[in-house]
């Protein structure tokens, strides 16, 4: 009532009874509201009935606890937006699990970003990949550690030149790929890189920023969750793709040179179509 700034007059006529009820209730004993008039309370007070009865701790409604936990936010079709840039932040010192839509940003070629990006860039696109870049080196050394897992069948459709990538050029795409590689190579263990069969696991685009949220890209928006037991939910999803790539992060820069080797072909460079089994797999 104080913080509201509701007297017992105004509580009593926002609940439909007399004030002496209200200063009954008021001063404790043995007299205590019926359901209806708990609700009633609760509403006037824009609070919730469980921490009226001291059954919650926290004394927001549930829909505003829901609301607080869940958030929608526009996701930009440009590089790492500001959004996205405080997230990593925010998470600074924290695992940063990560699930991409197509290739991992923090891994692409100026050549690449360029390519994906043209008609995103804005009028100054040098001032947008230069932000770009400092960014990217700013996450390199946040102290995070990154653990991204990657569909297999999109290094393989970058290497051959198809699909999502048909119109970029070789010398792109060969650059593109010997840069993960590199950054597999000197990054590792902070940046753990893993391929994992579409065909035996699936995942949508997600993000899991230590504990601190859970962001779910949905392409023009994020869905993003604070709550610590959605976001474990989520990190634990990740964790299994992790477990059950078909190639681990220790085989991961392996596999993409030998992808250059062969000019593309999946089959020679060792996860053709009888992939073993992800390793958490019954035989």
Request: net charge neutral; proline share 6%; charged share 20%.
């Amino acid at each position: 009532m104080a913080r509201t700034g509701l007297s017992q007059a105004a509580l009593a006529r926002a609940t439909g009874v007399d004030r002496s009820t209200v200063s009954a209730l008021l001063a404790g004993g043995t007299r205590l509201p019926n359901a209806q008039l708990a609700a009633d309370c609760a509403a006037a007070l824009g609070v919730s009935c469980d921490w009226l009865l001291g059954l919650s701790a926290r004394p927001e409604p549930a829909d505003d606890l829901l609301a607080a936990a869940t958030l929608v936010t526009e996701a930009a079709r440009a590089l790492i937006d500001e959004t996205i840039f405080a997230w990593h932040r925010e998470a600074a010192g924290y695992k940063i699990r990560h699930v991409p839509a197509l290739l991992p940003d923090m891994l692409k070629t100026r050549e690449m970003v360029e390519w994906e990006y043209a008609g995103h860039l804005g009028r100054s696109p040098e001032q947008a990949l230069r932000s770009f870049e400092e960014r990217l080196a700013w996450m390199r050394g946040s102290g995070s550690d990154y653990e991204i897992a990657v569909a297999l069948h999109e290094v393989q459709a970058l290497a051959e030149g198809s699909g999502y990538y048909s119109a970029l050029a070789p010398a792109i795409r060969t650059a593109q790929i010997a840069r993960m590689a590199d950054l597999c190579d000197t990054l590792y263990p902070r940046l753990r890189l893993c391929l994992y069969d579409a065909r035996m696991l699936f995942s949508a685009p997600v993000t899991i920023f230590g504990p601190k949220l859970a962001a779910l890209y949905l392409g023009r928006n994020f869905l993003v969750f604070r709550d610590p037991a959605r976001i474990e939910i989520f990190a634990a999803h990740v964790d299994g793709l992790v477990r059950g790539a078909s190639i681990g992060a220790r085989e991961a820069a392996g596999y993409l040179r030998r992808l250059l080797q062969t000019g593309g072909s999946a089959a020679t460079a060792g996860a053709d179509r009888e992939l073993p089994p992800p390793r958490d797999a019954p035989p």
